[in-house]
């Protein structure tokens, strides 16, 4: 049983920041890939960052220079620092992760595992 669980979000002005949590739990071998995706009401879920476990990362354009993601590799757990919010940022954020589970017992499972999500409402 592996888990993500987000935290973080809330209501903030045009402009204002906001810090994004992400933790991974249980029998977990090893995370390659750990990232931020979000969900607008209508609007598919799109990819927001991503950051591999050597810490090479991707940002979709219309966040580019304004979020920065990180990950603590010992905790399991990834960051998305957001500035400069707009309104357009508005979104249900779901924290993702392409890992491995197991390790002890010599059977090994690749998955991708999801957050809840945690809303981020940008509004004045």
């Known amino acids: 049983q592996v888990h993500l669980v987000e935290s973080g979000g809330g209501l903030v002005q045009p402009g204002g920041s906001l810090r994004l949590s992400c933790v991974a739990s249980?029998?977990?071998?090893?995370?390659?890939?750990m990232g931020w995706y979000r969900q607008a009401p209508g609007n598919q879920r799109e990819l927001v960052a991503a950051i591999t476990s050597g810490g090479s990362t991707n940002y979709a354009d219309s966040v580019k220079g304004r979020f920065t993601i990180s990950r603590d590799n010992a905790k399991n757990t990834v960051y998305l620092q957001m500035n400069s919010l707009k309104p357009e940022d508005t979104a249900v954020y779901y924290c993702?992760?392409?890992?491995?589970?197991?390790?002890?017992?010599?059977?090994?499972?690749?998955?991708?595992?999801w957050g809840q999500g945690t809303q981020v409402t940008v509004s004045s």
């Open positions: 993702n992760a392409d890992l491995i589970e197991g390790g002890d017992s010599g059977s090994y499972y690749r998955l991708t595992r």
């Open positions: 249980g029998n977990i071998f090893s995370i390659n890939v």
